[in-house]
């Protein structure tokens, strides 16, 4: 059931053995991108400990995050990732649980 409250997703890339440099210099140019379509709120990348790279997005609503999902940057960007990556993208949706202050329950 799609929801009209905000949506928190990270998206995991791991990159293929010696390839870290060039998967972020892939990423980058989706960063600006992206924050230009309707909904998004927070688009961006971080190093995990494990080597891997994760982007931690908002959205403002599920269908706006479907809408992204099926658009143009996330083709444009899954085709120029493809041979840098050594396993699929593992994107997981993520809802808050509220706690705290309107402000510190939720990103």
Not at 18 to 23: I, K, S, T, V, Y
Not at 25 to 41: F, K, M, Q, W
């Amino acid at each position: 059931m799609a929801s009209s409250d905000p949506i928190v997703v990270t998206a995991v890339f791991t990159p293929a053995e010696g390839r870290r440099d060039e998967l972020v210099r892939r990423l980058r140019p989706a960063i600006a991108e992206v924050h230009e379509e309707e909904g998004c709120r927070l688009y961006a990348i971080h190093d995990a400990p494990d080597g891997t790279i994760v982007m931690i997005e908002k959205w403002d609503s599920e269908e706006l995050l479907d809408a992204h999902g099926a658009g143009e940057p996330v083709k444009r960007l899954g085709a120029a990732i493809a041979d840098v990556i050594a396993a699929p993208v593992v994107v997981t949706r993520l809802r808050p649980i509220p706690a705290g202050t309107e402000h510190q329950g939720a990103l």
